[in-house]
């Protein structure tokens, strides 16, 4: 995936709010008692996200009554908000797969789908 190489040649730096650690960890949870996946493949690609260093930032109450006003003005949710909040709050755009945040948001937002990133 060249959105990973560039990351890891030090080309970008990615960053992303700190839900998305445990927004990961329960999506891999899912894929465990769905049986898509095992615990330890879980585990494994919890710790190559971690090797990857993204930058995480953890949103303060201020940052987060930022990221509900644009929830409520887009109607999407706050995870998906602070994803939008926090590129915009960097001045970079977001780079997401999620098409329904990219339709609702690009409007407004620098949002780029994943399969534009070139």
Do not use: C
């Amino acid at each position: 995936m060249r959105l990973k190489e560039d990351h890891v040649s030090g080309l970008i730096e990615l960053s992303a709010p700190g839900v998305v650690v445990q927004e990961v960890a329960n999506a891999l949870w899912r894929a465990i008692g769905l049986k898509r996946i095992s615990e330890a493949d879980a585990k494994e690609a919890l710790e190559a996200l971690n090797d990857m260093r993204i930058e995480l930032h953890e949103l303060s109450w201020a940052q987060s009554a930022e990221a509900l006003s644009i929830a409520y003005d887009l109607n999407l949710t706050i995870y998906d908000t602070s994803y939008v909040f926090l590129a915009n709050e960097l001045k970079v755009p977001l780079v997401t797969a999620d098409k329904t945040l990219h339709k609702t948001a690009r409007k407004q937002f620098k949002i780029l789908h994943i399969k534009d990133y070139l």
